[in-house]
């Protein structure tokens, strides 16, 4: 039994949390492997509704296990507030969740860095979420980043704190114009994170190889999406780590022989948030009622996205990069209405087709689109590919043709009910 990768396949959003909901049935324990609290997963059970940050919305499920993985950046302080909402509403996180000793935190001199870097460079600024993730894995890669582990041994992590304050508070106050932290501050942030999650921190990368020799099934959980992957996205306009394949690997310490499905979660149409290129974004009629029929309002930050058409040349690419075996295609309820949908089928540079661009150049690229027939039927109640009305199956093929890749889920709708095998 291999384990299976689920991949945003676009700019993040795609409804990942809804697909790995669903996927979560299939597995026994589910891994978020990188990214932090800039992600925003919503997942609606029984007209209640649930919105996760850092933990997997596996966790759901009494009889699944979570595991944030040593690649993801955890904020001490939103993984309390959000494991103590969630406990609120009955849900078993302290036995059923175990994070990474090998994590990174993020602590509040990260966000203020984040907000300040964006300050200082108004004119090509990356319109990030401000939850620090970037300062953070800068710091993980300037080895001077604190882990999850060491809050064991607190002799340990106090030298720490204080070697990392040095520099830290200088830059806060020479270059930010910020105040400065003492030692104690972050140690009360720390001591009270392990008060009340200690007891959840492992070696996740051995616990999970364990149990994939007791015979377990592994859903290994991606946050954000391949355009926004730090070296094979939109680079600047990226997030600071490794959403795609190599990401998944990275962050959780399995390997390639360990995985053998992976599906990437795409939109029926794209998103983005935040700045950076966008060759397929809709005009403003058409953008705008994407974006309200899609309820495309960011789950973290409350953004409007900017909103478009599906992008099959980017998928294309996503599915390489990637290795995807699978497309889950969501959201297609979204374009009914519409009477001729668009479909990006390359690029256009300075008048020559463009389409192995890199995406980093994207900003120079027009679309080149192909229109399809849209349908007028409300197909929210459909719940296989046959009880599609015939231009939207027609749509859904062009889609799989276009990409090479199978489309082998779809969902028509928020809650758990609304996803079906194609
Ligand atoms: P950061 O991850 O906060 O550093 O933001 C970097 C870029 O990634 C910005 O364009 C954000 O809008 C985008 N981003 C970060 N997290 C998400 C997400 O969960 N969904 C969509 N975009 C995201």
């Known amino acids: 039994m291999g384990s299976i990768v689920a991949i945003g396949a676009q700019w993040g959003d795609e409804g990942k949390a809804k697909m ?34 850092l933990i997997p919305s596996g966790i759901l499920h009494e009889d699944k296990k979570c595991v944030i993985g040593n690649g993801v950046v955890l904020d001490p302080i939103l993984f309390i507030e959000e494991m103590e909402v969630l406990e609120k509403k009955g849900i078993n ?7 990474s000793d090998a994590a990174h935190f993020i602590l509040p001199y990260h966000k203020i860095i984040d907000a300040a870097l964006e300050e200082f460079q108004q004119e090509n600024k ?52 910020e105040k400065p932290f003492t030692v104690e ?12 999650a200690g007891n959840l921190i492992k070696n996740t990368q051995t616990y ?43 962050g959780t310490g399995l390997n390639s022989v360990n995985v053998t499905e992976v599906i990437g979660i795409a939109k029926a149409y794209v998103t983005r948030v935040g700045e950076g290129p966008f060759p397929s974004e809709a005009d403003e ?29 980017l998928l294309k690419k996503s599915a390489m990069i990637n290795g995807l075996t699978q497309i889950a295609l969501t959201k297609l309820d979204v374009l009914t209405g519409f009477e001729k949908i668009k479909v990006c089928v390359g690029y256009d540079m300075d008048g020559e087709r463009a389409d192995d661009v890199c995406l980093s150049r994207y900003y120079k690229v027009k679309p080149i689109y192909v229109e399809i027939d849209g349908w007028e039927e409300n197909i929210s109640k459909c719940r296989s590919f046959e009880e599609l009305p015939i231009n939207c199956q027609n749509y859904v093929k062009f889609l799989e043709d276009e990409v090479g890749t199978p489309i082998t889920y779809i969902s028509v709708g928020p809650g758990r009910e609304y996803t079906f095998k194609k």
């Not at 299939?26 to 059970?45: F, K, L, M, P, W």
């Not at 600071?240 to 990401?247: E, K, R, T, V």
Request: proline share 2%; aromatic share 8%; charged share 25%.
């Open 285 to 313: 009629e058409a953008g705008e009622r994407l974006r309200v029929n899609g309820n495309e309002f960011g789950a973290t930050t409350g953004r409007p996205r900017r909103t478009g058409w599906f992008d099959a040349t």
């Open 126 to 177: 990356i319109g990030t979420t401000k939850r620090g993730i970037g300062p953070c894995y800068s710091d993980k890669c300037l080895r001077i980043g604190i882990r999850v582990g060491d809050i064991m041994d607190e002799k340990y992590l106090k030298s720490r704190i204080t070697t990392v304050l040095k520099i830290k508070n200088l830059q806060l106050q020479g270059t930010y114009n």
């Open 208 to 250: 999970l190889h364990q149990e994939i020799a007791h015979g377990k099934k592994i859903l290994l959980e991606g946050a954000q999406g391949y355009g926004l992957d730090m070296d094979h996205g939109t680079y600047p306009y990226v997030t600071s780590s490794n959403p795609s394949i190599g990401g998944a690997l990275l």
């Open 93 to 99: 996180v302290k036995d059923n969740l175990v994070i």
């Open 20 to 53: 790995i909901d669903y996927l979560t049935r299939e597995s026994d324990i589910v891994v978020r492997y990188q990214g932090g609290a800039n992600a925003g997963h919503t997942v609606v059970v029984n007209d209640e509704k649930f919105v996760f940050h």
């Open 185 to 196: 501050e972050i140690m009360d942030i720390l001591m009270t994170f392990k008060k009340k």
